[in-house]
Antibody, heavy 120, light 108 residues
Framework: EFQLLESGGGLVQPGGSLRLSCAAS????????MTWVRQAPGKGLEWVST????????YYADSVKGRFTISRDNAKNTLFLQMTNLRAEDTAIYYC?????????????WGQGTRVTVSS | EIVLTQSPATLSLSPGERATLSCRAS??????LAWYQQKPGQAPRLLIY???YRDVGIPARFSGSGSGTDFTLTITSLEPEDFAVYYC??????????FGGGTKVEMK
């Protein structure tokens, strides 16, 4: 069964940076666009960013554009999210998610999430 | 950006009852809509994609319908494990991918 394991979350001050990782296993990683979705405490789901299988194309929510960078290392089956200039409103659980095949962007596998808290 | 509005915000029902959840899109999304279930402390789980197709392993009591701007998730007879929050999501016009605000199905 597909597996996704996020890491890298933690407590960071406003204006700080964090790098999240998502290690994938048991599927052909580079065949899938990968996505980060976040969930603020007590709130709903918010799409953050998607990267194509090759890594050549990236897409961002307006709320993070210019501050977050999605990337991937297909040789290591790992997805990343570099977050800079963090704000209190970035506080959330961050999930990496695998879509269905053929860029059908519904997410059939999710990691367990990593918690990011932005606070002084 | 396509806005998805879910209603009601909370649905209070008893086990065995039928649940009907609504998701309305601000513009047509064709049939490019999915439903997810999320339980406390867990990641979301894909239930329905392309409006009406159950994902692998999803029980037949879950069904989806609709197209264009109006969609429905129906749970024909609630099991105790079905009490959760349900989200819709569109992939018709992105970025951004968008989710609805969620409907909580709680036990009466």
């Amino acid at each position: 069964e597909f597996q996704l394991l996020e890491s890298g979350g933690g407590l960071v001050q406003p204006g700080g940076s964090l790098r999240l990782s998502c290690a994938a296993s048991k599927f052909t990683f580079d065949a899938y666009a990968m996505t980060w979705v976040r969930q603020a405490p007590g709130k709903g789901l918010e799409w953050v960013s998607t990267i194509s299988g090759s890594g050549d194309s990236t897409y961002y929510a307006d709320s993070v554009k210019g501050r977050f960078t999605i990337s991937r290392d297909n040789a290591k089956n790992t997805l990343f999210l570099q977050m800079t200039n963090l704000r209190a409103e970035d506080t959330a659980i961050y999930y990496c998610a695998k879509p269905q095949p053929d860029m059908r962007l519904y997410f059939d596998y999710w990691g367990q999430g990593t918690r990011v808290t932005v606070s002084s | 950006e396509i806005v998805l509005t879910q209603s009601p915000a909370t649905l209070s029902l008893s086990p065995g009852e039928r649940a009907t959840l609504s998701c309305r899109a601000s513009q047509s999304v064709g049939n490019y809509l999915a439903w997810y279930q999320q339980k406390p402390g867990q990641a979301p789980r894909l239930l329905i994609y392309d409006a009406s197709y159950r994902d692998v392993g999803i029980p037949a009591r879950f069904s989806g319908s609709g197209s264009g701007t109006d969609f429905t998730l129906t749970i024909t007879s609630l099991e105790p494990e079905d009490f959760a929050v349900y989200y819709c999501q569109q992939r018709f016009n992105w970025p951004p991918l968008t989710f609805g605000g969620g409907t909580k199905v709680e036990m009466k």
